[in-house]
């Protein structure tokens, strides 16, 4: 047995990876032994003189990698959840040769032959539907990787593909640089409009840095709440104007250059495939199959949004002026000033609204909503190592059978990535006998001081739902092979369990029983409720137009014919769609982590919006039933989205569990865009 803990047998609770033994030292040498063992691996599977068959090269190739698919997925939540220096260092220099390795395996010609023989006897193969999706599965991955190519293509793509891992890992270092460097110190007179618990935040985050007083960071946990209740415009527009330049401010951490670089090699990845651009070449094995089909989409839903952040500008503009604040409505403005509105025609108070919204009473609403409509259970464990002392670890169950081991991190801290995410240790599979996973979700919420209970607001509560719905995927998954298991799925349907698992939130049923004041233990008033649920059409024009906006800057990018500087392709897009002058995209080129810190969004941003059509469709499936935790229509949603992988085209997933395809119709009702 090796006294590498990544390499050695994890004997503890649940098979968990030992997070209490692993030292930073253990990473490259457990890197460099895993990548060993699977090109030996690899190899056998290459010059394997047997006739190819679906167990000595399909299967085997599931199992070639299984060590360093190991390390990687501890070194990789490291990354995202405590980057440190040596962290950092580490992931800089392993990062290429993984993707290397990566480029070598799926291009490599002897194996796409034993592949290729197989889809060639496919249907007489005796292959059960599932083995036959990844028999495809398989067979497209080796052709979209460049197997077929010749030896000097195929140098070419590897070549690129390291090069391309360089670029996303700086990228995403310099943007967690940024967000690291940048703080705001405040004294009491810069404070006028701050909820108290807003504050609190502040001032923990002034305390990290080792300041006095209060701080502000770029945080989207502080900078949006401050940015809504703030009178101080002149602080308002400092902050935002630092927020939305991360990666943009020269010297060793703008990303601007690493853009371009990694726009021109994915088009020449496209182009040696036989593509004309990267978003053909990407959009191919996905729902929208095209650029055309997407952006129908965007421009689709892109019009009625502009028209209704218009109108809502103009109401916005007449409070500007109401408090004395001669000139246009800036982007800095916005957001204050849709909070005073938000008052005034929904009398709603997001700061009276955070004491019903406890952190731990959502993540007890999240799993009660799952149970009802799954029969999961959740009991918490506190003899499982984690990555940090704030991450708690909680083993799931059905029908008292172990399911998975969820851990939530829902903390900001200086060393964590930005932002919310699923990610996971291990995969549901069932190849060699039964595997559970173990699933991550990380938050960035500001932790209250002193061992207070942390406030959510609604878009926090919103967020812990969407990342929980990427975990029920992980945890309900019901596959064999993990290269097909829980969120192993295409781009744009990855996005419809997280995001239908937010409508619950949304719904008397659950906010009754669950938001209740963290004091007294009242429950949120039905008066309440009712203005939080029609507060979520509120500022739909703004949201929508930020959103889509990223999606089709994204899309152009990735289509265009000759790449210039990102910053006059990104200005070139807005433009041509008539961009509203005080609304800034969502993700501004330089820090948009999603599309340049790897590639799984790359001209893929649009699978939000996507997933939206069908996740607003299939919720009116319990509305139709006329219960929201309808157990036939939940049983259905279970067996052909969250338990189903990649078992199967999404199309027929989706028709199976509804009975038709998805109707934009209800995502325009959703927000409010129909009218």
Excluded at 6 to 30: M, Y
Excluded at 439 to 453: D, R, S
Excluded at 527 to 545: P, R
Excluded at 615 to 644: C, K, P
Aim: include cysteine; hydrophobic fraction near 40%.
């Amino acid at each position: 047995m090796s006294d590498n803990p990544l390499l050695a047998d994890w004997t503890g609770p649940f098979q968990a990876p030992p997070l209490d033994q692993i030292k930073n030292a253990h990473f490259l040498p457990a890197f460099e032994a895993a990548m060993a063992e699977a090109r030996a691996n690899i190899e056998a599977i290459a010059t394997d003189r047997a006739e190819p068959s679906f167990a000595n090269t399909v299967e085997a190739l599931e199992r070639a990698s299984r060590a360093l698919d190991r390390v990687c997925s501890v070194f990789f939540n490291l990354t995202g959840v405590n980057a440190t220096d040596e962290i950092e260092a580490i992931q800089m220099e392993i990062a290429p040769k993984l993707a290397l390795f990566g480029s070598e395996v799926a291009s490599d010609p002897r194996l796409f032959a034993r592949v290729n023989a197989l889809m060639d006897r496919r249907a007489d193969l005796g292959l059960t539907p599932e083995q036959d999706r990844v028999l495809e599965l398989t067979h497209l991955g080796f052709q979209r990787a460049g197997a077929q190519l010749d030896d000097d293509a195929r140098k070419r793509m590897g070549e690129i593909m390291a090069r391309l891992s360089e670029l996303g890992t700086a990228f995403g270092q310099h943007v967690l640089a940024d967000e690291k460097d940048w703080h705001m110190a405040l004294g009491e007179g810069d404070l006028n409009g701050l909820s108290e618990s807003l504050r609190d935040a502040m001032a923990s985050a002034a305390k990290e840095r080792g300041l006095e007083g209060w701080a502000l960071t770029l945080s989207r946990s502080l900078i949006e709440p401050f940015l809504e209740s703030s009178t101080r415009r002149d602080l308002r527009e400092t902050a935002f104007k630092a927020w939305v330049a991360r990666g943009e401010n020269g010297g060793e951490t703008d990303n601007r250059e690493i853009v371009a670089e990694t726009l021109t090699l994915r088009k020449e990845r496209a182009a040696l495939l036989g593509f004309d651009n990267f978003a053909a070449f990407k959009l191919a094995p996905e729902m929208a199959k095209t650029p055309e089909a997407v952006r129908e989409l965007l421009m689709r839903v892109w019009a009625p949004a502009r028209d209704r952040a218009g109108e809502e500008a103009e109401r916005l503009t007449e409070l500007l002026h109401g408090d004395g604040v001669n000139g246009a409505l800036e982007a800095w403005d916005w957001r204050h000033y849709a909070e005073k509105l938000r008052l005034q025609e929904h009398d709603l108070d997001a700061a009276a609204l955070k004491p019903f919204m406890p952190l731990q009473a959502m993540i007890e609403a999240s799993f009660d909503v799952a149970s009802r409509l799954f029969g999961v259970s959740f009991s918490e464990r506190t003899d499982v190592p984690t990555h940090h002392p704030d991450a708690r670890v909680w083993e799931v169950t059905k029908d008292g059978r172990h399911m998975a081991l969820f851990v939530g991190d829902y903390f900001a801290r200086p060393t964590k990535r930005s932002g919310a995410w699923c990610s996971r240790y291990r995969a549901q599979e069932t190849m060699d006998g039964e595997v559970r996973p173990i699933v991550v979700n990380v938050m960035n919420f500001a932790k209250a001081p002193g061992g207070q209970e942390t406030l959510l607001t609604f878009d926090d509560a919103s967020t812990l739902f969407h990342e929980f719905g990427h975990a029920l995927h992980h945890i309900l998954s019901d596959v064999t092979y993990p290269s097909i298991s829980g969120t192993s799925v295409a781009r744009d349907w990855v996005e419809l369990p997280s995001q239908l698992y937010e409508h619950w939130l949304e719904q008397p049923e659950v906010l009754a029983k669950h938001a209740r004041h963290v004091e007294t233990g009242e429950a949120m008033p039905a008066e309440m409720i009712a203005k939080v649920i029609a507060a979520q059409k509120f500022n739909q024009g703004f949201a929508t137009v930020e959103y889509v906006s990223s999606a089709l800057v994204d899309l152009d990018m990735h289509e265009a014919e000759e790449i210039a500087d990102p910053i006059d392709m990104e200005a070139a897009t807005l433009e041509r769609i008539g961009m509203p002058p005080a609304i800034v995209m969502r993700h501004r080129t330089p820090h948009f982590q999603h599309v340049f810190s790897g590639d799984g969004y790359s001209a893929g941003y649009y699978s939000y919006m996507w997933s939206e059509v069908m996740d607003a469709d299939a919720f009116r499936a319990f509305e139709e039933a006329g219960d929201i935790f309808d157990s036939d229509t939940a049983a259905r949603l279970s067996e052909h989205v969250y338990s189903a992988g990649n078992k199967r085209d999404p199309e027929e997933a989706y028709e199976a569990f509804r009975g038709r395809g998805p109707e934009v119709e209800a995502l325009l009702e959703k927000r409010g865009l129909d009218a």
